[in-house]
């Protein structure tokens, strides 16, 4: 491996991204599962084709696809799979079918079961982060499907989130789940222990009889209180970031049915059969991630813009933060040595339009600025027929204009018309030119259903995968996360033990202030 | 101006910071009204103070000052003032007094009105944008100071948004407001639309009369059929993404009392106080500035991170992204020259301890990472003192590991605790560096309160502005929103036209292609 920089695949890709034309004249749309992906304005030549395709081979890309799917140790660091496709193959593999079907019907029993009682009109989801984006974005984007249950989501540590999420129910009628992987996070034990008190102040006699564990440490889950039978598991082989399609979419099941989880994870088993059959060229996962790495590590693009003109798709932002950033934030490659190309583009993004009422000024003029993600449904699902029309008429005239950009000379046509001194609209003109030649990936929905929906995020789950592979990283592992949460108890210690001495502080000076200004007491 | 890059204050700016140490050793915090501002992990040096003052005084940074607050034509593409601080001003200014007292005292004689005659138990806000933002932040975030009214909020063009917003509430009993500084904004327009459709159906005899405007258009207003002693306006000097101090606040004195909107509005002509008053070196606008363009313009950072540790402000990160990239996202300087350095940073984040389990892995281990404003509140307003604890600890222990990280050596003792295997040890060891000397700045509020909000927003404000004049540009105009509108006026039409020809089409093959394929009928 050593610099990737150096090696004949990476030259010829960065010398074919470079010579690549700004404004491709071509359609270049990919069909995966029922998603169109258009990628007619990235990056696009056939010499590009050739390059993408030996730097795919160099990395290895056909091996750890295949690795992937068979459960392998890809996850090197920590030594494990990362075999989320398990989960949502319509038979698992052999390996884990045992252990998989049973934790699925043991799930669909429970669901039945309160649900043919009339149990629990109410559910509060406690967990952070993995455990929580991608309940949270299915339950909101999909609220149209069905609704069965009141379905509250707290995970922050700050108060005011739990708080929020009990108000106005009746604890009687409210199940409490607790989602964490390991069982020991501390924002969501905190708030645990907030809705036992909340509980009991209730009126219910036996609060641990109310909560629901989901996690890959049943151990831990015994022990604060929780009954066998509300222990759902699932194991190390499945990243936080990947577990939605683990027991933890249990919050999904009873807000929007069995069903609704059921065809989340087929309409993602479509897009595993897409990401392991389309040919290189065909592969949407493979070509957008082709593009994310020519932007970042080519073109030069830090970060990248994600808006799906739709609002119910408004937590899809954080959900990919979490899932590119935390993947993706690293560097170091296999080998040891330090990845020497940029990788890993910062990730932000608002449903549109209100991201063009935010941000798209700075999309448009800014020096830089960064390729977007456009996320568009054909069919709408209300009757408000314009509205829709402004939508979609929105969507595509902000990727046209990224694409085209606005010329000086057609600047200075525009402030004639009004500005009649030549000197004046010249010096105005200047400042409407738009550079243009911005580069924007198109996803076409035909409709938000959960299986579109399961189709999307399994269609962003292997763009990462193939980054990782490209940059030659471990997408599985988060480092950093463990290395905060360490310092985060041990200064916590150091706040409420009062007269504790400052002057003995680890810390540097300003951390060593606040801990003593800020410590309770 | 010309090249900025080349001017002798901007060398030595630039030289300076790259040669100030990355883990600075000394305490920097500043007071401004009743917030701490501590810089201290931002660039700091002797050399620093020196040629920060000397760039500063290169780009007319106290002339282009006064000028901001006595109303000089500082939006110099529009030849308009951009006068916000007139409207929180203790006593405004006299050219302006007796326009702004008189809208500011019909606004709360129409509050007044209806408290007294308890209408209007919900208000649904329609407006997107600088129209939508600060209200929304301040009655989602201040929600705990009153709550008269139950106020909603609709942006979006996307159905969705005025269907949600205006589910359940009693349309005889219910105000719509319209926030359109133009009032020709065709997201605000359409869903009034639906609102006049609502009310109809629910029965209300004259729809409009529950409608109020709030504009710098009235004339659009009046024709729109909105009763004159409905219709609030405020004047083309009032930037739309500085209009919460406007009549724009409208939502905030009926959610939330009088007392809030003018409690909002103190705080921040507090922080007018400290900007226009304070020392440079002891003004937090202009050293948060500062510290901005080191970061973007010399070392590098392509982006920036929100993280305030209150759940509460969630919108304050959307409000911060407009307020930035709406008005920094532009490179053409005042005399017509392109900017010739880094600029305008792309602004995201989200509250902790959320964005520690979504994107602070890339912040700590990502090859280039970027700066994080993190914003505590010293007092919490719950009882849940250990929450609040570890809220603070985590805080802390974010910004001090971003600062030190861990070394190499660190790592290896950490990894050789359960890996008994040197050469294995060592390859684990590299995976878990933290390279550190990341900058961060913190705000401490005292707690979060109407004034503290309103000194928080001023503080960006004109962190904001200093740096537009840093950088030579114009932070008042927005000529990249005016484009996509345009563009998007034009596709609707072609949508909506039942057998166009798109061979005619004047755009991209792959924007034809979907205009084609989306068209309705």
Chains 1, 2 share one sequence.
């Not at 270049?28 to 696009?44: C, N, P, W, Y």
């Not at 607790?178 to 905190?190: G, N």
Request: hydrophobic share 45%; net charge neutral; aromatic share 8%.
């Amino acid at each position: 491996m050593s610099a990737l920089s150096q090696t004949t695949a990476w030259k010829s890709f960065s010398h074919a991204v470079s010579a690549s034309p700004t404004k491709p004249a071509t359609l270049r749309i990919l069909r995966a599962a029922e998603l169109e992906v258009d990628l007619s304005t990235q990056r696009h030549s056939p010499a590009l084709v050739i390059a993408a395709r030996a730097l795919l081979n160099q990395q290895g890309f056909e091996q750890a696809r295949a690795d992937l799917f068979e459960g392998a140790p890809i996850n090197w660091t920590e030594n494990r799979a990362a075999w989320h496709t398990a989960l949502r193959a319509p038979t698992p593999p052999s390996r884990v079918a045992h252990a998989v079907q049973a934790e699925q019907a043991k799930l669909a029993g429970f669901v039945e079961r309160v649900n043919a009682q009339n149990l629990y009109r109410n559910v509060v989801h406690l967990g952070i982060g993995g455990s929580d984006w991608g309940p949270r974005l299915a339950v909101e984007s999909l609220a149209g499907h069905a609704g069965r249950r009141t379905i509250r989501f707290a995970s922050n540590v700050d108060a005011h989130a739990i708080t929020a999420a009990l108000e106005g129910l009746d604890p009687s009628d409210t199940l409490i789940i607790i989602s964490s992987k390991s069982f020991t996070t501390i924002e969501s034990l905190a708030n645990a222990a907030c809705a036992i008190d909340w509980l009991r102040a209730g009126g219910v006699k036996q609060p641990l009889d109310h909560f629901v564990a989901v996690t890959a440490n049943a151990q831990a889950a015994r022990e604060f209180g929780i009954r066998e039978e509300h222990i759902f598991e699932f194991w190390d082989w499945v990243g936080g970031r990947y577990s939605i399609w683990s027991s933890i979419g249990l919050p999904i099941a009873l807000g929007l049915g069995m069903d609704t989880l059921n065809d989340l994870r087929a309409g993602a088993a479509q897009m595993d059969e897409h990401f392991l059959n389309a040919t290189l060229e065909e592969n949407a996962p493979v070509q957008m991630a082709l593009s994310a790495v020519a932007n970042c590590s080519v073109l030069g693009y830090a970060s990248f813009a994600l808006c799906p003109y739709d609002a119910r798709l408004r937590h899809l932002v954080p959900w990919l933060q979490q899932l590119e950033m935390e993947s993706l934030g690293k560097s170091t490659q296999r080998d040891g040595t330090t990845l020497d190309v940029a990788s890993s583009p910062a990730v932000w993004g608002m449903p549109g339009t209100d991201s063009q009422h935010t941000f798209f000024q700075w999309l448009h003029q800014d020096g830089k600025g960064a390729p977007v993600d456009f996320i568009l449904c054909a069919k709408p699902d209300h009757r408000h027929t314009r509205h829709h029309r402004l939508l979609i008429a929105n969507c595509l005239a902000q990727r046209a204009a990224l694409l085209e950009g606005k010329s000086f000379e057609q600047a200075l046509a525009e402030v004639s018309l009004k500005e009649k001194n030549p000197q004046a609209a010249a010096a105005l003109a200047k400042h409407r030119v738009h550079p243009g030649g911005r580069p924007s990936t198109l996803i076409v929905m035909p409709q938000l259903d959960p299986k579109q929906l399961g189709a999307l995020l399994a269609l962003y789950e292997h763009k990462v995968f193939t980054e990782g592979v490209l940059w030659g990283i471990n997408p599985f592992d988060q480092w950093g996360v463990e290395f905060g949460k360490r310092l985060a108890g041990d200064i916590e210690r150091r706040l409420d033990a009062l007269g504790s001495d400052p002057a003995v502080s680890p810390y540097d000076p300003s951390t060593a202030h606040w801990v003593r200004k800020l410590a309770s007491g």
